[in-house]
């Protein structure tokens, strides 16, 4: 028996050993010459090191500590950082495409303009990051820890962000078309001209999120919260079926052709919007005074009674609009 717990202890030493050894040559070589590919550097401590510009794709560096390390415009193509601790660090510019980061700590880093296309991000801490003008593009951001982040003008086309954690993020102007944003947390969160074209928002958490002048046309919005959210926003063909929209701005907003069945519209603001076509069957919360402020109810389903009450207070929001050859003119 006690050899056999001797035998166990070595084996768990020595694997303890090989997965956390770096190799102390390629360490030497990436602090020296900044031209390190394919070079082992696990576990390696690169506090605070320069490594602006340089060349580590297909470098090892999963549970590295690279907290403050200056990586500017280095390139990182498809290395592999996982559980990597980059607090902080500059990564401006930085070629990251391909780049395994599962779990890695990002927390506060500057990211700005960086390429982390197809990059796997998964669960990473990206909470506070600078990610304007990244290009993010397929990436993997599941489960990610984004809160905080300024992502404005980003590229996140079709991206996975599925149960992200985007709370106070600044998306403002990026590019989600297609991106996965289900059960995703966006409360607080700036989404301002954003373009979320056939985005999947499913069971989203929206609450108070600025959504202005955002394009939603044939995004999934489908029992997300959007409480107190600001949706002036273009949503045409977009799915609000069972959404929370208590309290939410709609004002001005562009809901042609949108599915509101079953939706909280409670206390919403809906003056000015335009509900051309738009199915509002079975709504909760949505009375005559709300409707009375709308732009357009032409072609609109309303539940029985309510449609009644538009029919004898306001028939003039049931008719054709005078516009109406102008919009059939820009589809």
């Known amino acids: 028996m006690r050899k056999y717990l001797l035998h166990v202890l070595i084996i768990s030493f020595v694997f303890a050993f090989q997965v956390s050894a770096y190799d102390k040559t390629d360490l030497k070589k990436a602090k ?24 580590l794709s297909d470098a090892d560096l999963s549970d590295a500590n690279l907290i403050g390390a200056y990586l500017s415009y280095a390139n990182l193509y498809r290395a592999y950082l996982r559980d990597a601790d980059l607090f902080g660090a500059n990564l401006r510019g930085a070629n990251l495409y391909r780049a395994d980061l599962r779990d890695a700590d990002l927390y506060n880093a500057n990211l700005y303009r960086a390429n982390l296309a197809v990059a796997n991000l998964n669960g990473a801490d990206l909470s506070s990051a600078d990610l304007r003008g990244a290009d993010l593009y397929s990436a993997d951001l599941r489960n990610a820890n984004l809160s905080g982040a300024d992502l404005y003008n980003a590229d996140l086309y079709n991206a996975n962000l599925r149960n992200a954690n985007l709370t106070s993020a600044d998306l403002s102007s990026a590019n989600l078309r297609g991106a996965d944003l289900s059960d995703a947390n966006l409360g607080n969160a700036k989404l301002i001209g954003a373009d979320l074209y056939n985005a999947d928002l499913s069971d989203a958490n929206l609450t108070s999120a600025d959504l202005s002048r955002a394009d939603l046309i044939g995004a999934n919005l489908s029992n997300a919260d959007l409480t ?8 045409s063909k977009a799915n609000l079926s069972n959404a929370n929209l208590r309290d939410a701005d709609l004002s001005i907003a562009y809901l042609r052709n949108a599915n509101l069945t079953s939706a909280d519209l409670t206390s919403a603001d809906l003056n000015g919007a335009n ?29 029985p009674e309510l449609m009644e009450q538009v029919k004898d207070e306001y ?3 049931l008719k054709r609009p005078e516009y109406y050859e102008e919009e059939e003119d820009e589809e």
Do not use: F, M, W
């Open 32 to 55: 020296a010459t900044r031209d390190c590919s394919d070079c082992d550097l696990t576990s390696a401590d690169l506090n605070g090191a320069n490594l602006r510009k340089a060349k």
């Open 228 to 235: 107190s959210a600001d949706l002036s926003a273009y949503l």
């Open 275 to 303: 509900l051309r076509d738009a199915d509002l069957s079975e709504v909760l919360g949505l009375n005559i005074e709300q409707l009375s402020e709308v732009k357009t109810l032409y072609e609109a389903e309303l539940d």
């Open 315 to 317: 028939p003039h929001l």
